[in-house]
């Protein structure tokens, strides 16, 4: 009897511990996903540890979104908010898409010069030929199209919208240009304008002109032509009389080894021998150097500082980077009354000279890079102004179009070069012809320009 519970007793404990074997391959707590939907109590039970919840007291949660009773969301447009109109809402849908506009190769072009009576400057940009401008009063010009009212030119103020969609803006030097499509609803009927709004600028003076011109007039192609187009020309001679500087007779060149390969410092000097000038030119040509080079140099801004040069002109605008660097020589050179001139060459990044022109507007800027460009698209060969090698150096015949330049804005044109200059006259009048005597000079049709106020 005895051995017969001493074997039950020993088959219990085998069971009890199986039972444990087999709990233990299980997890010992347990919870819910989500910790603040319930709490989690312990408790033991014949299979080992295990969890109770206990009641929470919030809301229990759902694997589904809750209903809301938000308003619908309002879809999203390509409307653009600006301080002049408010936001279009969902009500002002831009039916203007479904539209037919005039195409950008339907037209033939022509360029229209507007003079801004006050300033001096002038906007010239391009515009279909058909249109015609008739004056309305001193500021003002109605644009018309087969005897139709099509749009206006204005330095006024252009009306407030209704609303407003989609934009672009275009940055050139001397120029900020913004075009917006607008809704305006006059008289109970909505219409659809393309709106204009051209800044030209220079030194610390500028106008703004605004145009507005039927949606249908032009399409995305023909008003990107329009901006392309349109550029700011200069009054006449803006940069400051010798007579107002410093009085110092010495005029200084700063760049890399263009200044060196164009010869630009021999060719100027040697225009000023030739007549009898007393002023002089220092061209400093550094390899490799670009404005931070100069404004890192201590013998340079010194020489600035102590009033040695009537006037600087500063190549090296490779990046934006450094035209940040400029503020140095614009210290100096406002320390000495030295006038400093942006003066880029050839090679040098066209985003880093624009953003160099608008960042420092009262400062004065030649465009030498660009000259050499209007020169190539006339048709004059781009090998005339280049060097073959890697980094394209600029000839003797680019640096006499720069010395050219500097000449004409400081004392008029030039006066005609000596057997010591670095061409002979007969080869710059057979690359460059009647340049030689008008210069940069923009020769537009009287037909072609109008004078607003």
Known sequence: MKRLVSVMLVFTILLAFSACKNSSETPLITTTESATASQTELSITESGLSSVKKPSSKQPT?????TTSKQPTTPKTNAVSTTVAPEPTVEDKPTYENLSCRTEQSIIWRTVQIKHGSTGMSLSVDIPNDWQLSPSGKNTFNILRAGKNIGVITTAALPKASAEYESLDKFRIYLEAYTQIKRYTEKGKDTYYRCFQFECYEGSESFFLNMRILYTELDDGAVSNMLDSSTTILKENPFVPLS?????????????????????????????????????????SIGMASVETFAKNTEICNE??????????????YSTYVVGQLVSIIDVCAASGTSLVVFPAHNESQSAIEDAVR????????????EIDALIESGISYDDFCVNDYHKHSTPLAGYVGAHMIYRTLFGNPPALTASAPLTNQYVNSKLGEYITSGGEIKGSKDNLYTIY
Do not use: H
């Not at 759902?62 to 809750?66: A, F, L, N, Y």
């Not at 060719?267 to 400093?284: K, P």
């Open 62 to 66: 759902s694997s589904k979104q809750p």
């Open 304 to 317: 600035i500082a102590s009033g040695r040069y009537c006037y600087v002109f500063i190549c090296g605008f």
């Open 244 to 284: 107002q500087t410093n009085g110092s007779k010495e005029i200084l060149i700063l760049g890399n080894s263009f200044i060196s390969t164009s010869k630009i410092g021999s060719f100027l000097n040697d225009m000023l021998s030739s007549s009898n000038s007393e002023y002089r030119v220092n061209a400093v």
């Open 359 to 370: 960042t420092y507007r009262n400062n004065r800027f030649l465009n030498w890079k660009g």
